[in-house]
Antibody, heavy 117, light 109 residues
Framework: QVQLQESGPVLVKPSGTLSLTCVVS?????????WSWVRQPPGEGLEWIGEILHTGSTNYNPSLKSRVTISVDKSKNQISLQMTSVTAADTATYYC??????????WGQGSLVTVSS | ESVLTLSPGTLSLSPGERATLSCRASQSVSSTYLAWYQQKPGQAPRLLFYGASSRATGIPDRFSGSVSGTDFTLTISRLEPEDFAVYYC??????????FGQGTKLEIK
């Protein structure tokens, strides 16, 4: 069974860069599946951020594309998320998930990131 | 961008009752690209259905999914205590690739 685990700083300063890592275990990241990031502000709904394939190909949510970079490290079986110029509106629980096809099959437990000075 | 609207926003029912949740798409969505998720407090979403009506692994058969035009329905035939949660529908394929409805909270009456 595939398992995903997010990690990273829990507090980021406004205008700073949010960085998270998602380690995949129980299977290789180098499969036909895409790997997504999804976020959820406290008490709110779900927003898809983007996805990456092991080849490095990416798709992003147009509303976040200018601030987001998703990357893959096959040697560590992990993906990463960087989001620049963060504001309080970026405070959320960030999930990584395995896509496919057309659904988000497996999810990590999530990592709450707070943007505050 | 196609918008998914879930109704009702909150549904208050008792264990043993039948729950019917509706997800309406603002634009045509193939049933192939419609999924349902369940989320309990403090947990990640859990995939319930893909292709509108195909149960994901381990989902009890008291859960069912159906479609009529642009209206998608999630039905729980007899509510168990563990079914009280927030439910989301999700579509795939338009821009952005994945979009979610705002969620229906199923609470104990």
């Amino acid at each position: 069974q595939v398992q995903l685990q997010e990690s990273g700083p829990v507090l980021v300063k406004p205008s700073g860069t949010l960085s998270l890592t998602c380690v995949v275990s129980g299977g290789s990241i180098s499969t036909k599946n895409w790997w997504s990031w999804v976020r959820q502000p406290p008490g709110e709904g779900l927003e898809w951020i983007g996805e990456i394939l092991h080849t490095g190909s990416t798709n992003y949510n147009p509303s976040l594309k200018s601030r987001v970079t998703i990357s893959v490290d096959k040697s560590k079986n992990q993906i990463s998320l960087q989001m620049t110029s963060v504001t309080a509106a970026d405070t959320a629980t960030y999930y990584c998930a395995r896509s496919g096809p057309c659904v988000l099959e497996y999810w990590g437990q999530g990592s709450l990131v707070t943007v505050s000075s | 961008e196609s918008v998914l609207t879930l109704s009702p926003g909150t549904l208050s029912l008792s264990p043993g009752e039948r729950a019917t949740l509706s997800c309406r798409a603002s634009q045509s969505v193939s049933s192939t690209y419609l999924a349902w998720y369940q989320q309990k407090p403090g947990q990640a979403p859990r995939l319930l259905f893909y292709g509108a009506s195909s149960r994901a692994t381990g989902i009890p058969d008291r859960f069912s999914g159906s479609v009529s035009g642009t209206d998608f329905t999630l039905t729980i035939s007899r509510l168990e205590p563990e079914d009280f949660a927030v439910y989301y529908c999700q579509q795939y394929g338009s821009s952005p690739l994945y979009t979610f409805g705002q969620g229906t909270k199923l609470e104990i009456k």
